[in-house]
């Protein structure tokens, strides 16, 4: 059995040591597998300071509209590519692995560019760099939501995305000191910085825990178990750590009972809206107009009335408030839901878009300072609602057995419009010049119209319960009791019994006052938070030995009258929460 062997090795109740175990565990991983993610936003910041440098320019021989559009967006070529193969990679060698060789293949592609000679190799070291970043950026979203638990999932996602922004933040200050220099390194040296970042990641890879849940869903219980029980405190005997394991394990019984292929073709017959959601949100997280600023910053300001130096200075600034607006959904998204932060954000950057537009069109002596301040306002709207949920949404939507595939999907249809909108847009801005800006806008207010009409709330539920979510499955009569199981995560060791289940905590995904009467509106799903906790005492609930039938095999290593895995919870009656 996994408890015997797994103690066998470690000790019933072994201590964790040295080892970092618990919080500063998930913390610790969190941090360093944000290095992913900040490589991505570097990459995608670094482009938009040194095609305005003079020495970059006169290297290149002054590239117009479209090579300097290719130079930017090659990179999103090789991204899609490999972020197709990302699902299959990710299930086959599993998320650690995938995550070393996405840092060594991004590491190559910068060194490619540092030392490029030409237009065609600076497009192939984009196009490898691109391949690193189209794995790095769809697993380490999974790798995150399988490591944390419901009620700090979304904080620990928007906290990863916070090192996207702050990557990005880096890449533009280094490139206006680096503007200082008068050689070619003004380019150089930005280029060869991301190569560091991406060999410290291939390093610490190979020193990051796996993901449990891809170790139970490949047999491996042992190791999945050990890594569950460190990140609840490194006793292997703890009850919640064991009935965390007990219920990724009945899933991964569950779904091979199913009889369902593995396949991309069976995802989407079975999980058809699911995968079009993801995808939504990651096609309109682009479609918004974020890459018309992170690309293409100095440029905007350029167009503005800022001139060389100074418009990197001024996307320098906007970095910074940008990368201060993606803090308060470390606190909001496990408080107020996605819906209520997807919704807001899309209309603050529709009116931030609209307003530079106009003042674009007005071309007035006060338009350079106005824009400044739209530009900065709609980057703090983005940064705090369709820049980190669009990654937070698609891993905790996918059930395990296609998580990876549907996750690469939706991040591959990220990069086919980050490609689109990167090529076009150099060319738009010459082309439609102002009404670039309208037409972005009307893409938020079509993103506000799809979240409040399809897009149900996640906020709250455990991985293995999302199929209550979406009225599929059995999982609306076990949603109450199975959320306990891993949301009691980061409870103190005296509150780790699972019964009475604490109704406050099931029923805490309501959002208070107008703002949640308003944007938690659901015509299409049921919010997790409509099922009651299940009220379990002596007259309600039943605990029978299981003799036979149960599939797997029983927790064991403990005490009988200790054991959660030789017990079911029979139920009795369940009650609908009032609206």
């Known amino acids: 059995m996994a408890l015997q062997s797994a103690q066998a090795r470690g000790g019933r109740g072994s201590q964790p040591g040295m080892r970092l175990v618990g919080n500063r565990l998930l913390y610790a991983v969190s941090i360093f597998a944000s290095l992913g993610v900040f490589l991505f936003g570097y990459d995608q910041g670094v482009m938009s300071g040194i095609i305005t440098g003079p020495h970059f320019i006169k290297y290149f021989d002054r590239p117009g509209p479209l090579q300097v559009g290719s130079m930017v967006a090659v990179l999103e070529v ?160 703890d009850p919640i750590a064991r009935a965390e394991y007990r219920e990724i394990k009945d899933k991964v019984i569950s779904e091979r009972e199913s009889g369902a292929a593995r396949t991309y073709g069976t995802m989407w017959r079975r999980y058809k809206q699911r995968v079009l959601l993801a995808m939504s949100s990651q096609a309109f997280a682009q479609l918004n107009g974020i890459n018309v600023i992170s690309y293409y910053a100095p440029k905007v300001f350029e167009e503005a009335g800022w001139l060389g130096r100074q418009a990197i200075l001024m996307t320098g600034i906007n970095s910074v408030v940008y990368v201060l607006s993606t803090l308060p959904p470390w606190y909001l998204v496990d408080r107020w839901g996605r819906r209520p932060i997807l919704l807001s954000g899309a209309t603050v950057m529709a009116l931030s878009l609209f307003a530079t537009g106009y003042f674009m069109y007005l071309d007035h002596p006060e338009t350079p300072n106005a824009v400044v301040i739209c530009v900065i306002i709609f980057n703090a709207a983005f940064g705090y609602s369709w820049g980190p949920i669009p990654w937070l949404y698609p891993p905790e939507i996918m059930p395990l057995t296609v998580r990876a595939k549907g996750v690469s999907l939706s991040t591959a249809t990220n990069w086919a419009f980050n490609f689109l909108v990167g090529e076009i847009t150099p060319y738009l801005q010459e082309v439609i010049t102002w009404r670039l800006y309208i037409m972005h806008g009307l893409f938020c207010c079509a993103s506000f119209i799809l979240v409040y009409f399809v897009y149900p709330e996640t906020k709250g539920v455990s991985l293995e319960d999302m199929d209550a979510v979406f009225g599929e499955g059995n999982g609306k009569s076990s949603l109450a009791l199975n959320t306990i199981t891993e949301r009691s995560s980061f409870l103190p060791p005296s509150s780790s019994s699972l019964y009475p289940p604490n109704r406050s905590r099931i029923q805490s995904s309501n959002t208070d006052g107008l703002l949640g009467r308003l944007f938690n509106r659901n015509n299409s799903r049921r919010d997790a938070s409509e099922y009651q906790a299940l009220n379990v005492d002596e007259e309600e609930v039943t605990m029978s030995r299981l003799d036979e039938g149960r599939v797997g095999s029983p927790i064991v290593g403990g005490d009988d009258e200790e054991d959660v895995g030789e017990y079911e919870v029979v139920e009795r009656h369940m009650t609908r929460a009032s609206r």
């Not at 299959?88 to 030392?115: P, S």
């Not at 190799?121 to 490591?147: D, H, K, N």
Request: charged share 15%.
């Open 78 to 237: 090789g991204a899609f590519a490999t972020s197709l193969a990302a699902g299959r990679v990710g299930d086959i060698i599993g998320r650690k692995g995938t995550l070393f060789i996405g840092a060594l293949v991004f590491t190559f592609g910068g060194a490619i560019q540092t030392f490029t000679t030409g237009f065609s190799i600076m497009v192939l070291g984009r196009i490898v760099s691109g391949a690193g970043v189209g794995l790095l950026s769809t697993i380490v979203p999974i790798y995150q939501s399988e490591i944390s638990p419901p009620n700090h999932r979304g904080a620990l996602a928007a906290a990863e995305f916070t090192g996207n922004v702050f990557g990005y933040s880096v890449s533009v200050w280094t490139d206006y000191f680096c503007s200082f220099i008068d050689s070619d390194y003004s380019w150089r040296i930005p280029l060869f910085i991301q190569c560091v970042i991406g060999a410290l990641l291939a390093v610490g890879s190979l020193i990051m825990p796996e993901s449990p849940r891809w170790l139970i869903d490949n047999d491996k219980d042992d190791e999945g178990l050990r890594v569950i029980a460190d990140l609840h405190g490194g006793d292997l005997d």
